[in-house]
Structure formats: structure tokens, C-alpha cells
Nanobody, 115 residues
Framework: QVQLVESGGGLVWPGGSLRISCAAS????????MGWYRRAPGKERELVAN???????NYAESVRGRFTISRDGAKKMIYLQMNSLKPEDTATYYC?????????WGQGIQVTVSS
């Protein structure tokens, strides 16, 4: 059973930065893609960013230029560096991993942007 464990969430001021992490129980290059989704209160879950096995990244328009996804294969980790945070970035963030037709999710971590 693949396990994905997020960490690093919390409360941050508007304009601030935060890095969240996802630890995988498997070699991350086993997955076709890994990434981050988020669900804000009253909204559907949406893709934030992902990275494929070849290292190609993809970002939601709302975060492009502010967020950066990265990975460390040796540590079996992926990261999401979030800069210039806005109140509308407040959400539960989920780590995601896909291989073939299988999709795996972390338990989610809260990020709150507020003064």
C-alpha cells in the first residue's frame, strides 16, 4: 500500500511563504506523476501543480509564477514552495501520486493564509 504523508502546513500572513512536503513510501520515480491538489472550503478539489517522471512540471494558472514543485528522489519526497501567498490559497492541500490507472492520496494538510 502506497503511503503519502504531507507536512509543513500552517498559518501564514498574506504575502508570506510556506513550503509543504510529501513523503512517499515508494521510490517516487515509480509514479508517472506526482503532485499537489487543494480543496478550499465550499469548492471542488483542484490541481495545483504536478511533475512527471521526466521532470516536466505543470501548474494551475492561479499559482503559476508563485508556486514551485520539486522533488528529491533520494529522500522520496516532493515539495511545494509557495510564495506571495494570498488568502484565496487557503485550502487543504493533498499530495497525489499516479501510476497507470492507480491514484494515491495523502491525508491532506491545512494551509491558511490570513492576517
Amino acid at each position: 500500500q502506497v503511503q503519502l504523508v504531507e507536512s509543513g502546513g500552517g498559518l501564514v500572513w498574506p504575502g508570506g511563504s510556506l513550503r509543504i512536503s510529501c513523503a512517499a513510501s515508494e521510490n517516487i520515480f515509480f509514479f508517472n506523476t506526482m503532485g499537489w491538489y487543494r480543496r478550499a472550503p465550499g469548492k471542488e478539489r483542484e490541481l495545483v501543480a504536478n511533475i512527471n517522471v521526466g521532470g516536466v512540471t505543470n501548474y494551475a494558472e492561479s499559482v503559476r509564477g508563485r508556486f514551485t514543485i520539486s522533488r528529491d528522489g533520494a529522500k522520496k519526497m516532493i515539495y511545494l514552495q509557495m510564495n506571495s501567498l494570498k488568502p484565496e490559497d487557503t485550502a487543504t492541500y493533498y499530495c497525489n501520486a499516479r501510476v497507470a490507472s492507480r491514484v494515491h492520496w495523502g491525508q491532506g494538510i491545512q494551509v491558511t493564509v490570513s492576517s
